[in-house]
């Protein structure tokens, strides 16, 4: 059970911070990638129309938001990115954040991002869904809220609230005061009680 969450919970916080650095990217092509995302394929955002506001640093797709980088497939209804500075005046390493962003050391990183759902996340065999999905990198957590699906191979966990801890690996599966975590898994496939006995995430 464990491992079928969290190869599930890794794929959707994967496609969440490759949108935050792909969102980083599309307001300033110097801007670092957010940790975890370092991966050399491309990101594609696909959305019916893209709206930036300038003096709130935030960016918004609406209108069947569609993200895909390599396998991973993300879709959504509507998409906010918040951004903030990565090097306020009188940082302690301007120097550092200008030798890394070319001259002039200004660039933006996403510190939140929020998913408005039907929130649907796929890569290869596992699938994610729930009614909206939050990232925030301050919390290094990704959320995904509202009947939450998790599925690999045959293998399903329900839940009301996904939370993963992007520093700490850990994936939890919540659900309301009244309600329980559901699960069914079938032998033999991939995951708990499958044949991969590693329970480490694809």
Known sequence: MIAARRSVAVALALAFVAVASAAAATKDSG???????????????EADKLVYFDKEQKAVYTGNVVV???DSKMTCSGL?????????PGDAAPA??????????????VKHLDAAGPVTVISKTQVATGDHGSYDKAQNKVWLIGNVTLSDSGNVTKGDKLTYDL??????VDTGAA???KGLFIPGSSGPGGDDKTGAPK
Do not use: D, F
């Not at 906010?80 to 306020?88: F, G, H, L, S, V």
């Not at 550092?96 to 990183?109: C, R």
């Open 31 to 45: 801007a670092s990638l957010l940790p975890g995302a370092g991966s050399k394929q491309p990101v594609s955002i």
């Open 179 to 181: 309600g329980r975590v």
């Open 68 to 70: 895909i980088q390599g």
């Open 96 to 109: 550092a954040n200008a030798a890394q962003n070319g001259a002039g050391g200004s660039s933006s990183h």
């Open 167 to 172: 520093a700490t690996g850990e994936a939890t």
């Open 80 to 88: 906010t990115i918040y951004m903030e500075k990565a090097a306020a």
